[in-house]
């Protein structure tokens, strides 16, 4: 029986930092998906079910009518892929 992946979406203008960590991530085995701004980013957020998005601040705000759901802030995303790399 296969295991369940968390799903990841990250949120980012930033190409460079997006793809870096989706990259990252995947190397690790985990499902991600990547949006290149807010309004795509929510569309994907309502219509599938992600463990986890990482978002950068400034689109937070366009998210919080969504159901309760783990967000990981990019100002903090050295420290999140540094404890996913010790996992």
């Known amino acids: ?6 799903k990841i979406l990250v ?5 460079a930092l997006r793809e870096g960590i989706k990259d990252f991530i995947e190397s690790e085995s985990f499902y ?3 949006a290149d701004n807010g309004l795509s980013g929510i569309e994907l957020a309502l219509k599938n079910a ?7 601040m400034k689109f937070l705000k ?14 903090l995303h ?3 892929l540094k404890q996913l790399s010790v996992q």
């Open 62 to 75: 366009k998210l919080k009518n969504l159901n309760p759901i783990q967000f990981v802030l990019f100002p």
């Open 50 to 56: 992600f463990d986890i998005i990482m978002i950068d």
């Open 32 to 34: 991600v998906e990547v």
């Open 1 to 6: 029986m296969q295991e369940l992946k968390p």
């Open 78 to 80: 050295l420290q999140v």
């Open 11 to 15: 949120i980012d203008d930033e190409k």
